[in-house]
């Protein structure tokens, strides 16, 4: 027994794709501009308050600052993977994403160097106190060619440092 019943149009699959491009475009470029403002505004307090010696606070904001970098990361990812689709589907939107990630990329850049500045600085007051300590300890000795003896390892007193605030 048939129960095909010839009148009926066959039904069409449905689409792969239900949402349309320009949708999915628009959802992926907010994700993306989502995770840089989360992660932008994350960073512009961390420059502040290293600029302003706080160091200490900054560094609380590290596990905040390591999650919204994978949420970034996994954003760039899925535009990455679906950048020749947005190229056909919303080219606008491309070079829009593009603009605003060479803007984030500079104010990467400046809270690097902030972060660069306060490292070099507090490596050099480091070393400048080991400088100190040292020669505290090593005796003033002269060879018997009159020139200034090289301390032996035995003079030269190991610096701790804590890298714990």
Do not use: C, W
């Amino acid at each position: 027994m048939n129960h095909f019943n010839a009148s009926r149009r066959p039904m069409q699959a449905p689409r792969p794709n239900a949402a349309p491009e320009s949708a999915v475009a628009r959802k992926i470029a907010e994700h993306l501009m989502d995770a840089m403002s989360s992660l932008l505004g994350l960073i512009e307090r961390e420059t502040e308050l290293v600029r302003a010696g706080n160091v200490r606070e900054a560094m609380t904001l590290e596990g905040q600052k390591q999650e919204l970098s994978r949420n970034y990361v996994g954003a760039v990812s899925q535009l990455k993977a679906n950048q020749a689709d947005l190229a056909k589907s919303a080219p606008e939107l491309l070079s829009t994403l593009h603009r605003h990630h060479d803007a984030f990329r500079a104010m990467l850049q400046v809270n690097l160097t902030v972060l660069a500045t306060a490292h070099a600085v507090s490596e050099g007051v480091v070393r400048g106190v080991n400088a100190e300590i040292q020669k505290r300890n090593v005796p003033n000795t002269y060879t018997a060619a009159g020139r200034r003896a090289a301390p032996g390892p035995r003079h030269i007193t190991p610096l701790a440092v804590s890298r714990s605030l």
